[in-house]
């Protein structure tokens, strides 16, 4: 029995942009710091979710803190809070438009990556690859061998790789300045690479 592995991969350009609007506010009570957040993050979803369609953008909200500010002595001195709120899908012109006409929030980071459909069709074909190429190579080392077959004992498939957003970039809140012009940002997306393994025995025959 011999042991044996191949490797599938497909380069794919990437389909699905996610960004992130973020707001913070500072002041002497918890409670009005927190309503403060609210109004800025329902105006936006306001705005956005006349937008919304997806596959080509779907709105949710994103992180929501609250966190005292302490003074020289360790006392509570204030109360601060961060909101954002995430575009995210296929259709780049639509969100960062939707993002330059949300007032009060800025862009705090964005990251490119594959959506669903287009990550399980690269896969399906790095899948066909690795097994072909397993194939093969189980073919080429029987007849090396001097076997006229061999019979597959087991196998197990992995894949690797394009399934979720790679790190974002970060962004400086003053990029803000032109989206809230009406400018909407520009976004240029990269690739993904989709992998898949396959590994197994064969029995030569």
Do not use: C
Not at 86 to 109: C, E, K, P, W, Y
């Amino acid at each position: 029995m011999v042991q044996l592995s191949a490797a599938g991969m497909v380069e794919v350009q990437q389909d699905q942009l996610v960004l992130t609007l973020g707001t913070q506010a500072d002041g002497k009570d918890a409670a009005a710091v927190q309503t403060q957040l609210r109004q800025v993050v329902d105006a936006a979803l306001q705005v956005a979710r006349r937008q919304a369609e997806a596959p080509h953008m779907e709105v949710r909200t994103g992180q929501f803190s609250l966190y005292p500010r302490h003074g020289k002595n360790g006392e509570i001195a204030g109360w601060q809070g961060r909101a954002e709120l995430v575009l995210q899908g296929r259709d780049f012109g639509r969100i960062t438009a939707t993002a330059a006409r949300i007032n009060g929030m800025a862009i705090a980071n964005l990251g490119f990556g594959l959506s669903r459909s287009e990550r399980e069709r690269a896969e399906g074909e790095a899948r066909a690859q690795a097994i072909e190429a397993f194939k093969a190579r189980a073919g080429e080392i029987s007849r090396a061998f001097g076997f006229g077959s061999y019979l597959l004992r087991e196998v197990s498939v992995s894949s690797h790789g394009g399934g979720g957003m790679p790190a974002p970039r970060v962004l400086a809140m003053q990029a803000k300045a032109a989206a809230m012009a009406d400018a909407p940002l520009d976004v240029e997306p990269g690739k993904s690479t989709v992998e898949v393994s396959v590994s197994g025995s064969v029995q030569m025959q």
